[in-house]
Nanobody, 124 residues
């Protein structure tokens, strides 16, 4: 089974930056499935933020984070990163990494594996 371990969340002021990481183990191979990030704020539905190999083999970004967030991977370390710049109060949420087939994104109910989530708090 694929296991994901998210880390790197924390408290940051609006306009600041933060990088969250997701370490993957259990036989996952980049390029065989898509991997990326969802987030969920209190009282809201889980929404996709960004993913790799999920859109015709390319990366995808939600409109709300385009130009501010960057997803990347270190295949040697089996780790996916989400660099978040220009953070806004509306970015505050628990961020979850997930793995799923390419065609399953961006539907959270179709993901195969989830990390435990890491909380990002943005102060205004």
């Amino acid at each position: 089974d694929v296991q994901l371990q998210a880390s790197g969340g924390g408290l940051v002021q609006a306009g600041g930056s933060l990088r969250v990481s997701c370490a993957v183990s259990g036989g996952f191979r980049f390029g065989t499935s898509a991997i990326g990030w969802f987030r969920q704020a209190p009282g809201k539905e889980r929404e996709v933020v960004s993913c790799i190999d999920c859109k015709d083999g390319a990366s995808y970004y939600a409109d709300s984070v385009k130009g501010r967030f960057t997803i990347s991977s270190d295949n040697a370390k089996n780790t996916v990163y989400l660099q978040m710049n220009g953070l806004k109060p509306e970015d505050m949420a628990t961020y979850y990494c997930a793995v799923g087939d390419t065609e399953a994104w961006p539907r959270p109910e179709r993901m195969d594996s989830w990390g435990q989530g890491t909380l990002v708090t943005v102060s205004s």
